[in-house]
């Protein structure tokens, strides 16, 4: 089948898009994205799991405007005319969009050519859009293309015409049937998941002892990665290193990431003493690492920090760290939001808390520091990943929808 795979960013990288189009390819099928091109790079690229076709630069226009008018909203006449450029020169047989914004495109786009489109839902784009809003995240002109009340009925509009859905959780799955009427058997769970593999590269922290800082006075390793904004919650960690710290228990918490709110978690910690400037407990903003030499440092801590606030947006998805933490052998600390409390209690592979309150995440955090036990959770989430949450079984989902949109002759009327 050949796959006309539509993704809204630059290409390299994305961690779930690369894994989504090594498995169509390493079926045997032919995928075809499109992307933005923003950077002006070649227009048609070969790689290992795609073909890359980038978005042609309109150079006359200067390297700014030619990026705001890539911007992927569904009305972009430049993506409406790369998509079936593509899509007619390859004869793509199905679309693929990840995501909201560029998913009405491709429904327009699919009808022309007379192909299937899906919809791979990494999250819930109006809960996260609200999140902006709400957390004063927005920029200007975000009125225009990131109104949460638009981006509802876009949602709305799209659950009706779209022939099949991809999410990454069971919670976003029940929220398009019970809330939205979509037929359950036009969603399909695909997981953001690790390779089984992964497991190989952590082999000699299979059997990771307890930690020193169990009754010895070290300090006990948190480290978070992702993302820095305000809706997940890293400040009230921040908080929290503070608390144990007054308490007489040492916490040093390594942050690998960036983000619009970096600049307030970074004064945070100054205003707490934690910046190094004084002996004890200390968070280390490393900014942002590659994701494949990021990988490595989680091994070296004890504990993984999930610290999203429990709203709609987290509450319907689930973040590709979880998966990471687990399959790098170390305790996951999460928040109450429901996807990733509900995973990491049913492994035994961690505790939870209450996003946002930094003395819960104290209190959680003196726990493992006092009871231990860090060493056991870690081992029981890499069981958890080399026999249920892997690629391979996701992946596997994932060919099953595609053979069943090969098998439809047509889409939807």
């Not at 090594?22 to 091109?37: F, K, P």
């Not at 070649?42 to 150079?59: A, G, K, Q, S």
């Not at 999140?131 to 004063?136: G, H, R, S």
């Not at 080399?386 to 889409?411: C, I, Q, T, Y």
Request: glycine letters at 10%.
């Amino acid at each position: 089948m050949k796959i006309l795979k539509v993704w809204d960013g630059e290409y390299p990288w994305d961690v779930r898009t690369e894994k989504v189009c090594r498995a169509l390819t390493g079926a045997g099928h032919q995928v075809h994205m499109v992307a933005r091109n923003r950077d002006c790079r070649i227009l048609r690229e070969e790689l290992e799991e795609c073909t890359v076709h980038r978005m042609p630069p309109f150079r006359a226009m200067g390297k700014l405007v030619d990026a705001a008018s890539q911007f992927p909203a569904f009305f972009n006449p430049r993506w409406i005319g790369l998509m079936k450029r593509v899509g007619r020169s390859e004869g793509a047989e199905v679309i693929l969009v990840r995501d909201l914004p560029l998913a009405p495109t491709a429904i327009h786009v699919g009808r022309r050519l007379g192909i299937p489109v899906i919809l791979d839902m990494a999250e819930n784009y109006p809960a996260m859009i609200r999140d902006l809003w709400t957390t004063e995240s927005t920029k200007p002109g975000d009125f225009l293309v990131r109104n949460p009340r638009a981006v509802e009925a876009v949602e709305r509009w799209t659950m009706e015409r779209i022939d099949h859905i991809l999410v990454v959780v069971e919670e976003s799955r029940d929220r398009l049937v019970d809330e939205l009427g979509v037929p359950r058997d036009r969603v399909t769970v695909v997981g953001n998941t690790p390779s089984a593999e992964r497991l190989d590269g952590y082999a000699d922290t299979e059997a990771s002892p307890t930690r020193p800082s169990q009754g010895e006075g070290g300090p006990i390793r948190l480290i978070y990665l992702g993302l820095l904004e305000e809706a997940r919650g890293v400040g009230a960690v921040i908080e929290a290193v503070g608390l144990c710290r007054d308490r007489g228990i040492p916490v040093d918490f390594t942050i690998i990431g960036d983000g619009r709110a970096a600049p307030r978690f970074e004064a945070l910690a100054r205003e707490r003493s934690l910046d190094g400037s004084q002996d004890g407990s200390q968070v280390k903003f490393l900014g942002f690492v590659p994701y494949q030499e990021a990988l490595p440092l989680l091994a070296e801590s004890d504990v993984g920090v999930i610290p999203h606030l429990a709203n709609e947006s987290w509450n319907t998805t689930i973040p590709n760290k979880l998966f990471d933490y687990m399959a790098a052998g170390v305790a996951v600390l999460t928040s109450e939001a429901r996807p990733a409390q509900r995973v990491v209690h049913s492994t035994g592979c961690g505790l939870s808390f209450q996003g946002g309150d930094p003395e819960s995440a104290a209190h959680a955090i003196e726990h493992l520091w006092r009871e231990g036990g860090t060493g056991e959770m870690g081992r029981r989430g890499r069981a958890a990943i080399r026999e249920e949450f892997n690629w391979e079984r996701d992946g596997e989902r994932l060919l099953e929808v595609m053979e069943r949109m090969s098998a439809a002759a047509a889409p939807n009327p």
